[in-house]
């Protein structure tokens, strides 16, 4: 094969997507959009020496047209199609969680163009405040591969980011998308840029009533006679109460290359969210009397410096992030006036450091140390209370943790075919410490069909969040951290033929064992408080293959899919004679999942096809399927088509998607229903301006 | 997905007989009813549901029969169910409740419905399982609004009051109004009367940095007619008693603190020794036959699978266990 072969950019071995990264410039954000304004086929070279970087490493990269394949989602929604991991939705634009190998969504690190944005409070990140549309790359770096990035993903790590426009003078995007339940999404991007500068300005407003039928299969509404005796009932044709949303997002880049090995950038992103919580099928309130409501303001900057030369590099970032949340549950309680029963307000403040240096030795030794800072303040007021003595008292804590995270790693290729790759990281969470060693290793076993080998083993640990420590009432300072020794192996392939096809895939087993799992249990008093108490072994394989062909001139085809079975199993001791949860699948934690896309390219149309299963979640730790905890599996699919056209003075882009496209009724979690078929439509233009086409 | 729905069973559970109420895990509407026969010893879970057809809902709180009718207080679904207690059939709901936790009956048409977070009991006919007033709980506003259990003694209903509270009230049921007011400890949590009508309440002293306070908890006696506590016995620091039950003669106590305790309501101070010995799990409810003195004893074991219940008789001797639904919390004896 030749040191250059063409290939189709789908998702692609971490080896040969790794090659990407000089191109990101050109090939992220609107330049998907902007290639005739279909789903694009873009064409990446595969070096033939892998990268130091991607040694050992298991990593599932998403580029922008996987990104933006359909605007209107949050990443949440990417994810689900496009990857192996478990997305736990609570319903249409509600709290979405990630998790990797059946681990929990705080087992899932999650950062921003560098910096850490879980939730400090609770560990977790809601993928559904995410907008793709703000998103270039993102990453997945599955289970022991994540201590390259941070520590405390025992389940792995997403890595968001964004990037350059790459534009060359000023440019403009403006799409609109209009859908069912009063949907309306606009986005804006605007950009200019020259030889050194680049700047963009993004923006998101998405709103909906988000009422969606469905046939509530939780209750019964009950015809009476005039005695008030039951005469019959029915299984009522019910909305999705109280689930309105508006969601405001603003993202502003500014970059500057000096053109002499420096680059600096500046990313600020600020989220204005109002949304309903839904009511659940069960909820027998007027919804018209009760207003359960979360708000959330943030504020997310990242300020970067990046300092190249041949064989070093040396980089700086620092970061804010300001999060006030709101949660309401109100009721009027007869005479007009809607009362607070709940009124929790949280404020977090996050300042962020990182340094980070890399020195290559020749072609067979890289090394990186990097140390970075996150202070976190937080000031939580859940409930207001009247004290004893009469007056006002509030229940809530006022905390701060300091939390730095240090890593040096040694990265050495002795021959073309091996790679060894040691990462020590040291953490420190306030007063308490931690050390992450990984190791990892691949071996080119055939270069013929590029077979790679890939082992690596870690041991990780992640820290108590501030409410597991501090949460009034139940927080429990005495908590130790969660540990995870995990070990996997996988194989890797890439075969293709120029201008032809290529066909790519890996598989990947692994194996972790998770100590001091956190747990939140009732106490005789009433209220929640977390202990230390499961220990649960996390197995099973990840698989993902991926498919380009041109069938065609101008006819491509692509097909990716992945595939996970990943029991994740309750070794604990039992918590008492009773107990039948030992042996068992961890609750809400799929043992099967599957996606398949499909991408249909012909000159400027474009028909994509997402499909997603779910094998049945267990309710229970105890694994028993009854009549009122049932979660049985689900199947789901989407379908668009979109239509380019390029004008003298604009490209112009018509899009049509139908969601849940065999109107499948499902629930992710219980009693929360997520909508039938939907249909979206998007309109898009990008003006010319100044360009002569 | 695939949904099995719609079919209902027939059932004819006569005789003697517990319910218990599951409250299932919060916010995921999984509670369930499970009946239990003491004389054969066998439980069927999920009785509810496969007589109806629907889900029970979220946090089934407390259940009480009158007349052949039991009602199920579902807290976080904002109704009480009314169920045939033979058949296990829907025969009324109350909706659109703040937050129910415990239903008590003044009368054919008239009971109280004491809720949290919300500052008031509100009054319902059940015969039209209609809401038909308030009764407004002084010095409480609607976010620390709490009231619980309720007893009756002549025309007044007492009613401990839980959340971030310290008091008993006296309601007078003729004119619906609070009318008096007892401060005890910090939470107390439940609330019987005994054969003497003396009322007993159990605190659990709140919980370390709470701004309401932290205390040592206590087992008050309280004289209904007087309206004054008579007596105090307090426990150890740190201790978190719960669930104060009393057997049908109305003469002994039983309650949760770890272990399960049982006091003669005449004692003049708390046993040495418990009752029955902690079983290496957390003991989530508690009831006692009023027929023949067995003791029930709920563990919800990890609060996310089918609890199981300890029956003992009234010796402490274990008779039988069986699994029911998810966090059993509360018994009805028909």
């Given at each position: 094969?030749?040191?250059?072969?063409?290939?189709?950019a789908f998702l692609?071995?971490?080896v040969?997507?790794r090659?990407?990264?000089?191109?990101s410039?050109?090939?992220?954000g609107a330049?998907?959009?902007r290639e005739?304004?279909?789903?694009?086929?873009r064409?990446v070279?595969?070096?033939?020496q892998?990268?130091?970087?991607?040694?050992g490493?298991?990593?599932?990269?998403?580029d922008?047209?996987?990104l933006?394949?359909?605007?209107?989602?949050?990443?949440?929604?990417?994810?689900?199609?496009?990857s192996?991991i478990?997305?736990k939705?609570?319903?249409?634009?509600?709290?979405?969680t990630v998790s990797?190998?059946?681990?929990?969504?705080?087992?899932?690190?999650?950062?921003?163009?560098?910096m850490?944005?879980?939730?400090p409070?609770?560990?977790?990140?809601d993928?559904s405040?995410?907008p793709s549309?703000?998103?270039?790359?993102?990453?997945?770096?599955?289970?022991?591969?994540?201590?390259n990035?941070a520590?405390?993903?025992?389940?792995?790590?997403v890595?968001?980011?964004?990037?350059?426009?790459?534009?060359?003078g000023?440019?403009l995007?403006y799409?609109?998308?209009?859908?069912?339940?009063?949907t309306?999404?606009?986005f804006?991007?605007l950009?200019?840029?020259?030889?050194?500068?680049?700047v963009?300005?993004?923006?998101v407003y998405?709103?909906?009533?988000n009422d969606y039928k469905?046939?509530?299969r939780?209750?019964?509404?009950?015809?009476?006679?005039?005695?008030?005796n039951?005469?019959?009932?029915?299984?009522?044709?019910e909305?999705?109460?109280?689930?309105a949303?508006?969601d405001?997002?603003?993202?502003?880049?500014v970059?500057?290359n000096?053109g002499?090995?420096d680059?600096?950038?500046?990313?600020?992103w600020y989220?204005?969210?109002?949304?309903?919580?839904p009511?659940?099928t069960?909820?027998?309130a007027?919804?018209?009397q009760?207003e359960?409501r979360?708000?959330?303001?943030t504020l997310?900057?990242?300020?970067?410096?990046d300092?190249?030369r041949?064989?070093?590099?040396?980089a700086?970032?620092a970061?804010?992030?300001?999060?006030?949340?709101?949660?309401d549950?109100?009721?009027?309680p007869?005479?007009?006036?809607m009362?607070?029963m709940?009124?929790?307000?949280s404020n977090?403040?996050t300042?962020?450091g990182?340094a980070?240096?890399?020195?290559?030795?020749?072609d067979?030794?890289?090394?990186?140390?990097?140390v970075?800072?996150?202070?976190?303040?937080?000031?939580?007021?859940?409930k207001?209370?009247?004290?004893q003595e009469g007056?006002?008292?509030?229940v809530?804590?006022?905390k701060?943790?300091?939390?730095?995270d240090?890593?040096?790693s040694?990265?050495?290729r002795p021959?073309e075919?091996?790679g060894?790759?040691?990462?020590?990281r040291?953490?420190m969470?306030?007063t308490k410490?931690?050390?992450?060693?990984?190791?990892?290793?691949?071996?080119?076993?055939?270069?013929?069909?590029?077979?790679?080998?890939k082992a690596?083993v870690?041991?990780?640990?992640?820290?108590p969040t501030l409410?597991?420590l501090y949460?009034?009432p139940g927080?429990?300072?005495?908590?130790?951290?969660?540990?995870?020794f995990?070990?996997?192996?996988?194989?890797?392939?890439?075969v293709?033929?120029?201008?032809?096809?290529?066909?790519s895939g890996?598989?990947?087993?692994?194996?972790?064992?998770?100590?001091?799992?956190?747990?939140?249990?009732?106490?005789?008093k009433g209220?929640?408080?977390p202990v230390?108490i499961k220990k649960?072994?996390?197995?099973?394989?990840?698989?993902?293959a991926?498919?380009?062909?041109?069938?065609?001139?101008e006819l491509?085809?692509?097909?990716?899919g992945?595939?996970?079975?990943?029991p994740?199993?309750?070794?604990g001791?039992?918590?008492s004679?009773?107990d039948?949860?030992?042996?068992?699948q961890?609750p809400?934690?799929p043992?099967?999942?599957?996606?398949?896309?499909g991408r249909?390219t012909?000159?400027?149309?474009g028909?994509?096809?997402?499909?997603c299963?779910?094998?049945?979640r267990?309710?229970?730790?105890?694994n028993d399927?009854t009549?009122?905890?049932s979660?049985t599996?689900?199947?789901?699919n989407?379908?668009?088509l979109?239509k380019g056209?390029?004008f003298r003075w604009?490209?112009l882009?018509?899009?049509g998607?139908?969601?849940n496209?065999?109107?499948?009724?499902?629930?992710?979690?219980l009693?929360r229903?997520?909508?039938r078929?939907?249909?979206e439509?998007?309109?898009?233009?990008?003006?010319k301006?100044?360009?002569?086409k | 997905m695939?949904?099995?729905?719609?079919?209902?069973e027939?059932?004819?559970a006569?005789?003697?007989?517990?319910?218990?109420?599951?409250?299932?895990?919060?916010?995921y509407?999984?509670?369930?009813l499970?009946?239990?026969?003491p004389?054969?010893?066998?439980?069927?879970?999920?009785v509810f549901?496969?007589?109806?057809?629907?889900?029970?809902?979220?946090v089934?709180?407390?259940?009480?029969?009158?007349?052949g009718?039991?009602?199920?207080?579902?807290?976080?679904?904002?109704?009480?169910f009314?169920?045939?207690?033979n058949?296990?059939?829907?025969v009324g709901?109350?909706?659109?409740?703040?937050s129910p936790?415990?239903?008590h009956?003044?009368?054919?048409?008239?009971a109280?419905?004491?809720?949290i977070?919300?500052?008031?009991?509100?009054i319902?006919?059940p015969?039209?399982?209609?809401i038909?007033g308030?009764?407004?709980?002084?010095n409480?506003?609607?976010?620390?609004?709490?009231?619980?259990?309720?007893?009756?003694?002549?025309?007044?209903?007492?009613?401990n009051?839980?959340?971030y509270?310290?008091?008993?009230?006296?309601i007078?049921t003729?004119?619906d109004?609070?009318v008096?007011?007892?401060?005890?400890?910090?939470?107390?949590t439940s609330?019987?009367?005994?054969?003497?009508?003396?009322l007993w309440t159990?605190?659990d002293?709140?919980?370390?940095?709470?701004?309401?306070?932290?205390?040592?908890?206590?087992?008050?006696?309280?004289d209904?007619?007087r309206?004054?506590?008579?007596?105090?016995?307090r426990?150890?620091?740190g201790?978190?008693?719960?669930?104060?039950?009393?057997n049908g003669?109305?003469d002994k106590?039983?309650?949760?603190n770890?272990?399960?305790?049982?006091?003669d309501?005449?004692?003049?101070r708390?046993?040495?020794?418990?009752?029955?010995k902690?079983?290496?799990?957390?003991?989530?409810?508690?009831?006692?036959?009023?027929?023949?003195?067995?003791?029930y004893?709920?563990?919800a074991i990890?609060?996310?699978?089918?609890?199981?219940?300890y029956?003992?008789?009234?010796?402490?001797?274990p008779v039988?266990?069986?699994?029911?639904?998810v966090?059993?919390?509360?018994?009805c004896w028909?």
């Amino acid at each position: 094969m030749k040191n250059k072969v063409i290939l189709f950019a789908f998702l692609l071995l971490p080896v040969l997507l790794r090659a990407q990264s000089d191109q990101s410039a050109k090939d992220t954000g609107a330049a998907a959009w902007r290639e005739k304004g279909v789903v694009a086929i873009r064409e990446v070279p595969v070096w033939g020496q892998r990268p130091m970087k991607s040694i050992g490493v298991q990593e599932t990269k998403f580029d922008s047209v996987v990104l933006k394949e359909n605007i209107a989602l949050s990443i949440a929604d990417v994810l689900t199609f496009n990857s192996s991991i478990f997305v736990k939705q609570y319903g249409r634009a509600t709290l979405s969680t990630v998790s990797f190998r059946g681990t929990g969504p705080s087992h899932t690190q999650v950062t921003w163009n560098g910096m850490r944005i879980n939730n400090p409070m609770l560990g977790m990140t809601d993928f559904s405040m995410i907008p793709s549309y703000f998103i270039d790359d993102a990453s997945l770096l599955h289970g022991t591969s994540s201590v390259n990035e941070a520590g405390g993903g025992l389940g792995g790590l997403v890595k968001l980011s964004t990037a350059p426009a790459a534009a060359d003078g000023f440019g403009l995007q403006y799409i609109q998308g209009i859908g069912m339940y009063r949907t309306f999404d606009e986005f804006l991007r605007l950009t200019w840029g020259d030889e050194r500068w680049q700047v963009s300005t993004r923006a998101v407003y998405q709103s909906s009533a988000n009422d969606y039928k469905y046939r509530n299969r939780d209750k019964k509404e009950n015809i009476y006679d005039e005695d008030m005796n039951i005469i019959g009932s029915y299984y009522p044709v019910e909305r999705n109460k109280s689930g309105a949303f508006d969601d405001v997002h603003v993202l502003q880049e500014v970059y500057y290359n000096t053109g002499r090995g420096d680059r600096f950038g500046l990313n600020a992103w600020y989220i204005n969210s109002n949304r309903e919580l839904p009511l659940l099928t069960t909820d027998y309130a007027d919804d018209m009397q009760v207003e359960n409501r979360q708000r959330e303001h943030t504020l997310r900057s990242v300020l970067s410096w990046d300092h190249y030369r041949n064989d070093w590099k040396i980089a700086a970032k620092a970061g804010y992030i300001h999060t006030w949340m709101a949660y309401d549950y109100r009721r009027d309680p007869g005479n007009g006036v809607m009362t607070s029963m709940t009124r929790s307000r949280s404020n977090v403040d996050t300042f962020y450091g990182q340094a980070e240096g890399e020195y290559s030795v020749g072609d067979k030794w890289l090394f990186t140390a990097n140390v970075s800072l996150h202070q976190h303040f937080v000031k939580s007021t859940d409930k207001n209370i009247i004290l004893q003595e009469g007056g006002k008292g509030i229940v809530g804590y006022d905390k701060g943790r300091i939390e730095l995270d240090g890593s040096v790693s040694a990265k050495w290729r002795p021959t073309e075919r091996l790679g060894l790759s040691a990462v020590l990281r040291e953490q420190m969470y306030g007063t308490k410490w931690a050390t992450i060693p990984a190791f990892f290793a691949d071996y080119l076993l055939s270069k013929r069909g590029h077979v790679v080998a890939k082992a690596s083993v870690s041991r990780n640990y992640r820290f108590p969040t501030l409410n597991d420590l501090y949460f009034l009432p139940g927080g429990n300072p005495g908590l130790k951290n969660e540990s995870g020794f995990q070990y996997e192996a996988g194989l890797s392939f890439a075969v293709g033929k120029e201008e032809t096809y290529t066909l790519s895939g890996s598989a990947s087993w692994y194996d972790q064992h998770i100590d001091d799992w956190i747990l939140w249990l009732p106490t005789a008093k009433g209220f929640f408080s977390p202990v230390n108490i499961k220990k649960v072994h996390a197995y099973g394989v990840e698989a993902q293959a991926d498919l380009a062909v041109a069938l065609a001139k101008e006819l491509k085809l692509g097909l990716n899919g992945t595939f996970s079975w990943s029991p994740s199993i309750n070794e604990g001791e039992p918590m008492s004679p009773a107990d039948q949860s030992v042996g068992k699948q961890l609750p809400y934690e799929p043992e099967y999942s599957a996606t398949v896309t499909g991408r249909l390219t012909y000159r400027s149309w474009g028909l994509l096809y997402q499909f997603c299963y779910y094998s049945e979640r267990y309710t229970m730790s105890s694994n028993d399927i009854t009549l009122t905890g049932s979660l049985t599996p689900y199947l789901m699919n989407n379908l668009s088509l979109e239509k380019g056209f390029a004008f003298r003075w604009a490209d112009l882009s018509l899009k049509g998607t139908i969601n849940n496209l065999f109107n499948e009724e499902y629930l992710s979690v219980l009693s929360r229903p997520m909508p039938r078929m939907n249909v979206e439509f998007f309109i898009g233009i990008k003006p010319k301006w100044g360009k002569r086409k | 997905m695939k949904w099995d729905y719609g079919t209902t069973e027939e059932f004819s559970a006569s005789g003697t007989g517990l319910f218990i109420t599951n409250e299932g895990m919060f916010q995921y509407g999984n509670a369930t009813l499970s009946y239990y026969d003491p004389e054969t010893k066998s439980v069927e879970n999920e009785v509810f549901y496969r007589a109806n057809a629907m889900k029970l809902g979220d946090v089934a709180q407390s259940m009480t029969i009158r007349d052949g009718v039991g009602w199920i207080v579902v807290n976080n679904s904002h109704v009480i169910f009314a169920i045939d207690i033979n058949t296990f059939k829907e025969v009324g709901r109350i909706t659109n409740l703040a937050s129910p936790r415990y239903i008590h009956f003044v009368s054919d048409e008239k009971a109280y419905v004491t809720q949290i977070w919300d500052n008031r009991i509100f009054i319902v006919n059940p015969k039209r399982y209609e809401i038909t007033g308030y009764i407004e709980c002084p010095n409480m506003a609607m976010e620390s609004g709490s009231t619980e259990q309720m007893v009756q003694y002549g025309k007044y209903v007492f009613v401990n009051c839980w959340s971030y509270q310290n008091r008993i009230l006296k309601i007078d049921t003729e004119t619906d109004r609070v009318v008096d007011e007892l401060v005890v400890g910090i939470q107390p949590t439940s609330l019987v009367m005994d054969k003497n009508y003396k009322l007993w309440t159990i605190t659990d002293g709140g919980y370390e940095k709470s701004p309401y306070g932290y205390e040592t908890p206590s087992l008050y006696r309280i004289d209904a007619a007087r309206f004054e506590i008579e007596k105090q016995f307090r426990f150890k620091p740190g201790d978190s008693p719960s669930e104060v039950q009393i057997n049908g003669e109305g003469d002994k106590l039983f309650w949760i603190n770890n272990d399960i305790w049982s006091m003669d309501v005449e004692a003049d101070r708390v046993p040495v020794r418990p009752f029955l010995k902690y079983r290496d799990t957390k003991y989530y409810g508690l009831t006692v036959n009023p027929r023949n003195g067995d003791v029930y004893v709920a563990d919800a074991i990890d609060y996310q699978q089918q609890g199981v219940i300890y029956r003992y008789t009234a010796d402490g001797e274990p008779v039988d266990e069986f699994y029911v639904g998810v966090t059993p919390g509360a018994f009805c004896w028909k």
